[in-house]
Nanobody, 124 residues
Framework: QVQLVESGGGLVQAEGSLRLSCTPS????????MGWFRQAPGKEHEFVAA????????YYADSVKGRFTISRDSARNTVYLQMNNLKTEDTAVYLC?????????????????WGQGTQVTVSS
């Protein structure tokens, strides 16, 4: 089993920045990739970004390209989501996710483990 602990959410004004962190614990050696999804009230989970453990390939939703950066600190075993130039439409609960094995990237059902979520609120 893998547990995910997220931090870094909060309230920020539009055009501001936040950095989310996600630290996995447990059987982390089996992980193949991690990522972030978000869910706004009344909406489905939306893919935000993901990173592969091997090779470090990164993937982004079109809505966040150029503004968000996903990265991994191997020494700290932590994944970060740096969010710049935030917009009010970025307001959502952000969930860290992790997966084992050769599965897909863009659907939350492809991930084995989910964090509790952290609220990001962007005010105008």
């Amino acid at each position: 089993q893998v547990q995910l602990v997220e931090s870094g959410g909060g309230l920020v004004q539009a055009e501001g920045s936040l950095r989310l962190s996600c630290t996995p614990s447990g059987r982390t050696a089996s992980l193949s990739r991690m990522g972030w999804f978000r869910q706004a009230p009344g909406k489905e989970h939306e893919f935000v970004a993901a990173i592969r453990w091997s090779g470090g390939d990164t993937y982004y939703a079109d809505s966040v390209k150029g503004r968000f950066t996903i990265s991994r600190d191997s020494a700290r075993n932590t994944v970060y989501l740096q969010m710049n130039n935030l917009k009010t439409e970025d307001t959502a609960v952000y969930l860290c996710v992790a997966a084992i094995g050769p599965r897909g990237i863009f659907r939350i059902s492809e991930y084995n483990y989910w964090g509790q979520g952290t609220q990001v609120t962007v005010s105008s």
